[in-house]
């Protein structure tokens, strides 16, 4: 036979339900001052709002050299020059563009007073030109030859548009990190071994002179062509899709579109092509093929059908850089 349990005595005061024993005092006084407290901490630690901007780069000149130069390109440089108002404050810092630092930094001051500014990072926003602002501005606040602090989220703030005087970039295509390097440190062993590791990391890569941001890379068996589309992905994408109706969308005999995928606003199509040869074998194929999407980006009329269905075949297509 069960026992009953007998549930405590509670008596009703208005809408609310109490035990017998009410709290003291000093307990309700304590109560409401660690609420108070924590009501405290809580405005100290406001939470910085992190916006995703789908083009960073939007407004540059050379908008997607920037983006082939973030998701393209494993070793180049080019030189950035600061606004005015920025040279008055810190004075006229070289400042140096980088795909990559070593570890992957944001920033590194370097003893002569140099910036180098890394695009390639592990650690990012929403927003990546506000990023990379935040980060050039964080080296210009340090003392030449300090360690740059860079803070994960930045926060509301100047973006790159707002820092630097815009143009093209002059960009330097590296076969190594020496680049990185004060005079004289590759003389010490252990720098030395740290960028022999970091120049195996590195596959050929070229730049093409047939449209801007198109690169040949070399990748294991095979060589690609990778091309960063200026125009709206829409409009992009239904250009691709005429020519792919009309069977044109290749680079010539051997080689295969191997699909695209999509990088800061823009569409990134990828070719497949034999090892060898290198990449000025590609130039007047890249430019042929420009002239073909230039056209049907410039085509006004509908999709028809068989390039609907092309479409739908690109958008299956759609690849993930690893």
Known sequence: ???????????????????????????????????????????????????????????????????????????????????????EEYGDRPVTLATVLPMAMPAIAKPDG???????????????????????????????????????????????????????????????FEFWLDPGADEDPNVKASLERANASIYPTARLTAAPAAYWCQVSDKSHVRWVLPDDEDAALAALSRLSAAGELTLGDQTRFAGMFRAHGRLVPVWDLPRDPGP???????????????????????????????RQGLLGRQLTLR
């Open 280 to 310: 000025e074998r590609w130039e007047e194929p890249v430019a042929e093929f420009a002239k073909r999407y230039a056209a049907a980006l410039a085509d006004p009329s509908e999709l028809d059908a068989a390039a609907r269905r092309a």
């Open 1 to 87: 036979m069960r026992r009953r349990v007998r549930e405590p005595v509670r008596i009703r005061l208005g809408c609310l339900a109490v035990g017998k024993r009410r709290k003291s005092h000093r307990s309700a006084a304590a109560d409401a001052t660690a609420t108070g407290n924590q009501a405290s901490r809580s405005e100290k630690r406001q939470k910085i709002r992190d916006v995703f901007v789908p083009r960073p780069f939007e407004g540059l000149t050379d908008e997607v050299e920037w983006i082939a130069l973030r998701e393209l390109v494993p070793a180049a440089s080019a030189p950035l020059t600061l606004r005015p108002e920025l040279v």
């Open 114 to 176: 140099r910036i180098f500014l890394g695009l390639q990072r592990h650690v990012q926003s929403g927003d990546v030109s506000r990023d990379l602002a935040e980060a050039l501005l964080c080296a210009l606040r340090t003392e030449p030859g300090g360690t740059v602090s860079v803070p994960a989220l930045p926060g509301e703030g100047p973006r790159l548009q707002d820092v630097l005087v815009d143009g093209p970039l002059d960009i330097t295509m590296h076969d190594g």
